[in-house]
């Protein structure tokens, strides 16, 4: 994560800047993280501070503590070693430090300062380590920490499938339309159609299209066989060959096609 820490920091809201006065060359997550927590506290505060987003690859390592068992903290709760989760807990107590320093304590009622960290959807459940037939919620030990005020996870669920339904769905016909302008929420027959109408229209006809992947055209593939020769004879300019044989080996056929014309039909 790197070496820097909360003093390593001074925020100027007159020139609008924050000064450093660590390492030259300490390019890491922290000093990434914590210098954009001084920013926020020049701008004068945040609603949402996330400190990462979809370290899956890292937070699953295992430290050399680690075993199946794991051991428990001082309040009797199971923990296992995760260096980056442990990292991360860390890296949320000294934004919270930053905050509270500078006169920008959590409101919880008002969602003011707040922080957490954004896992991708497939750890909700935990991480099954191969081998070990077992599973372990190496993130409980993040969400646990009283200075991540939410549970937060990355997921992108598709309202519909495009490529099978065959209208598109509600949200291949509707997403051209304006959003609704009743109160939030809306009304549960409101909710029941996204709060959208009307008919799809021809903008969003391609989006629509059940077949997403399919061959290049023939006029595509005529081309691409007709700019062949032309790469040939480019390359063996190239390598030094003389242009008035270039341009003879062009206009003229190769020996396999002349075989190919005098064969009948």
């Known amino acids: 994560m790197g070496p820097a820490t909360v003093s390593d ?6 020139n609008l800047t ?5 390492s030259l060359f300490d390019w890491t997550y922290r000093r990434m993280v914590l210098h954009y927590a001084n920013l926020c506290t020049v701008a004068g505060g945040v609603n949402l501070f996330v400190i990462g987003s979809e370290l899956r690859g890292l937070e699953v390592l295992r430290g050399p503590g680690w075993t199946k068992a794991g051991a428990t903290d001082g309040n009797g709760n199971a923990i296992w070693d995760y260096p980056m989760v442990a990292a991360l807990n860390t890296l ?3 934004v919270r430090t930053t905050f509270d320093n500078l006169g920008f304590a959590k409101n919880a009622a008002t ?5 957490c960290y954004s896992a991708d959807w497939s750890s909700w459940m935990g991480w099954q380590h191969s081998g070990e037939n077992g599973q372990w919620p190496h993130l409980d030990q993040l969400y646990a920490n009283a200075n991540i005020d939410f549970v937060s996870f990355d997921n992108y669920l598709p309202l519909t499938d495009w490529t099978t339904a065959g209208d598109g769905g509600l949200d291949g016909s509707e997403w051209m339309e ?6 939030w929420p809306p009304s549960p027959s409101t909710m029941s159609g996204l ?3 009307g008919p799809p229209t021809r903008a ?3 989006n629509r299209r059940p077949n997403l992947i399919r061959a290049p055209p023939r006029a595509a593939r005529a081309a691409h066989r007709q700019a062949k020769p032309r790469e040939r004879s480019c ?5 030094g060959a003389p242009r008035a044989a270039v341009r003879a080996s062009r206009s003229r056929p190769s020996a396999t096609r002349r075989r190919r014309r005098r064969r009948p039909t």
């Open 204 to 206: 969003a006809a391609r």
């Open 18 to 22: 924050v000064a450093y006065s660590g």
């Open 9 to 14: 920091f001074t925020p100027d809201s007159t």
């Open 178 to 183: 304006p959003a609704p302008t009743e109160p």
């Open 235 to 239: 390359r063996a300019v190239a390598a």
């Open 92 to 94: 949320a107590t000294d």
């Open 195 to 197: 709060g959208l109408s």
């Open 111 to 115: 969602l003011e300062n707040l922080i």
